[in-house]
């Protein structure tokens, strides 16, 4: 299973990278990975207008796109489009942060998996 994660280098700027979930074999229940501990799950409805200019992820947290797309935009200014049942890992909770905007105008529902409380 793949997953895209935006973190903060050493640079304190925003960077991409494609992250692999090792799958483990298993019986009827199909492949699982390692259990990742989880501290909540939060639901989100954007409209079509949105983009949400450089701004940290606010906690360790797994950005799962249920229906339509968001294009992220690190430092460098490279972008990625994450359409419906792609899974973002934002880690980026210092430094410049990222760029969110919406894809062609349309909404947006996705689900925020806290892997960390925010920090106070």
Same mark, same amino acid.
């Given at each position: 299973m793949n997953v895209v994660r935006v973190y903060t280098g050493d640079d304190g700027c925003s960077h991409f990278e494609d992250v692999t979930i090792e799958m483990m074999e298993s019986s009827l229940a199909g492949r699982l990975s390692d259990l990742w501990p989880g501290r909540g799950v939060q639901f989100r409805e954007v409209d079509g207008n949105y983009e949400l200019d450089f701004h940290n992820a606010p906690r360790?947290?797994?950005?799962? =796109?249920?229906? /339509?797309?968001?294009?992220?935009?690190?430092?460098?200014r490279t972008s990625r489009t994450l359409g419906p049942g792609s899974i973002l890992l934002a880690e980026d909770t210092?430094?410049?942060?990222?760029?969110?905007? =919406?894809?062609? /105008?349309?909404p947006r529902t996705c689900l925020f998996i806290h892997l960390d409380e925010a920090p106070a």
């Amino acid at each position: 299973m793949n997953v895209v994660r935006v973190y903060t280098g050493d640079d304190g700027c925003s960077h991409f990278e494609d992250v692999t979930i090792e799958m483990m074999e298993s019986s009827l229940a199909g492949r699982l990975s390692d259990l990742w501990p989880g501290r909540g799950v939060q639901f989100r409805e954007v409209d079509g207008n949105y983009e949400l200019d450089f701004h940290n992820a606010p906690r360790r947290q797994l950005v799962v =796109n249920l229906t /339509g797309s968001v294009e992220i935009e690190v430092s460098d200014r490279t972008s990625r489009t994450l359409g419906p049942g792609s899974i973002l890992l934002a880690e980026d909770t210092d430094g410049e942060g990222h760029i969110s905007r =919406n894809v062609g /105008g349309e909404p947006r529902t996705c689900l925020f998996i806290h892997l960390d409380e925010a920090p106070a």
